[in-house]
C-alpha cells in the first residue's frame, strides 16, 4: 500500500450540523476512473478499499469521498440537480460536495 498526498475537505451539506472533513487522496486519472467506475456500479465495498489500496486513507475517510461520486456524470449524488463542472465541485442546488469523476 502506498501513501499519496491528500486534501482536506468538507461538504458544506454534511456540515450543517457540525464541521465535518474527511481526507480526499490526490489519485490520477485513471485510479479516479476506477473508483468511481466501482462506485456507480454500487459496489460501496470495493471502490472505499480500492481508495485505500492505492492511496492509504483510513477506510473512514475511503468512505465519504465513495459517498460523494456522482453516481451520473455531471449530476449530484445527493439532490440530482445538474453540476457546474466536473473533477471536485459543489453543488448549485443543495450544496454537496461532488467527486464527478
Known sequence: MSTVA????????CSRRR????EV?????SEQSSVAELARAR?????MQLLHKISGI????AKAVEMH????????HWCS?????AGQTECP???????DW
Open 93 to 99: 442546488k443543495c450544496g454537496s460536495l461532488n467527486f
Open 6 to 13: 491528500t486534501t482536506t475537505v468538507s461538504c458544506r451539506r
Open 19 to 22: 464541521k465535518v472533513t474527511f
Open 81 to 85: 440537480g445538474p453540476l457546474e463542472g
Open 69 to 76: 461520486i456522482t453516481r451520473s456524470h455531471g449530476i449530484c
Open 25 to 29: 487522496p490526490s489519485l490520477s486519472a
Open 58 to 61: 483510513e477506510l473512514r475517510d
Open 43 to 47: 459496489q460501496v465495498m470495493a471502490a
